[in-house]
């Protein structure tokens, strides 16, 4: 079994960038279920010989709005119960955000996969400088990484997929 990547997190932190990077190669393509998904993009993506599924999650919402349980949110939660990974995306440049809290807070409560928290963007800034506001979403050590220019995205998915055989 592949394991499944899932990428989360609020709109324009580098999700789709993510996806794209590591979905480039040339077998990447994995047709999005139709009906089951609707707002996920599935793709592949490949660690040397292991292959792993990778999940764009696109518009991410965790709480209810306007006293609903918005659709968005029902998405959510469905993409972090098929995960086996969680990479957790914020974004380094626009700082800490309150909806990083409230995602934040809905996967400590309900994410049953490990979560790797990326702190994307983070090209030419210093490591220590670009995570230190990210520690208090208390989901473990962050991990800076440019999606765009692709620092740091190996190591992270080496680390997400090392449980894995
Ligand atoms: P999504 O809404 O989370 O899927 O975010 P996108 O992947 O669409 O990216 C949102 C914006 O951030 C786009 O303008 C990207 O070019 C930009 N972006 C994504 N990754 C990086 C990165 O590593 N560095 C910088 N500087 N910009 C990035
Ligand atoms: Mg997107």
């Known amino acids: 079994m592949k394991p499944t990547v899932v990428l989360v997190g609020r709109p324009n932190v580098g999700k789709s960038t993510l996806f794209n990077r590591l979905t480039r190669s040339r077998d990447a393509l994995v047709a999005d279920l139709p009906g089951l998904t609707r707002d996920r993009h599935y793709g592949q993506g490949r660690l040397g010989e292991k292959p792993f599924i990778v999940v764009d999650t696109g518009g991410f919402e965790p709480v209810a709005k306007e006293g609903l349980l918005s659709e968005m949110a029902r998405q959510a939660r469905?993409?972090?119960a098929e995960a086996d990974v969680i990479v957790f995306l914020v974004d380094g440049r626009a700082g800490l955000a309150p909806q990083d809290k409230r995602i934040a807070t809905m996967l400590r409560k309900e994410a049953k996969a490990p979560v790797y928290l990326a702190v994307n963007k983070a090209e030419g800034?210093?490591?220590?400088?670009?995570?230190?506001?990210?520690?208090?979403?208390?989901?473990?050590?962050?991990?800076?990484?440019?999606?765009?220019?692709?620092?740091?995205?190996?190591?992270l998915i080496e680390d997400a997929l090392a449980k894995f055989p």
């Open 78 to 80: 469905e993409a972090i």
């Open 125 to 155: 800034m210093r490591e220590a400088m670009v995570t230190a506001e990210f520690h208090e979403l208390a989901l473990g050590d962050p991990i800076a990484i440019s999606a765009e220019h692709g620092e740091g995205v190996r190591q």
